[in-house]
Nanobody, 116 residues
Framework: QVQLVESGGGLVQAGGSRRLSCAASGTIFSINTMGWYRQVPGKQRELVAGITSARSANTYYADSAKGRFTISRDNAKNTLYLQMNSLKPEDTAVYYC??????WGWGQGTQVTVSS
């Protein structure tokens, strides 16, 4: 059974930074394209960034994340990261990780709140 545990969220001022982590267990993490998603109440979950499997590690960013967020992975640790810089209030959301497209059950997510 795949388990995803997101962490690293919190309250941050606009312009600040935050690094999110996602620990995966119960799967061969390295072969999967992974993504970070976010959701705000009343809206659909959206893909923020993605990274392909170990061999190529190509990245994808939503327009809202380009130039500010960096996705990375450590396959030895079965962990996915999202470095978020220059945060804006509109980045406030619960952040989740999953495969891209999302094939596994969702973890509990980690709340990021950006104050203006």
């Amino acid at each position: 059974q795949v388990q995803l545990v997101e962490s690293g969220g919190g309250l941050v001022q606009a312009g600040g930074s935050r690094r999110l982590s996602c620990a995966a267990s119960g799967t061969i993490f390295s072969i999967n394209t992974m993504g970070w998603y976010r959701q705000v109440p009343g809206k659909q979950r959206e893909l923020v960034a993605g990274i392909t499997s170990a061999r190529s590690a190509n990245t994808y960013y939503a327009d809202s994340a380009k130039g500010r967020f960096t996705i990375s992975r450590d396959n030895a640790k079965n962990t996915l990261y999202l470095q978020m810089n220059s945060l804006k209030p509109e980045d406030t959301a619960v952040y989740y990780c999953n495969t891209q497209p999302a094939l596994w059950g969702w973890g509990q997510g980690t709340q990021v709140t950006v104050s203006s």
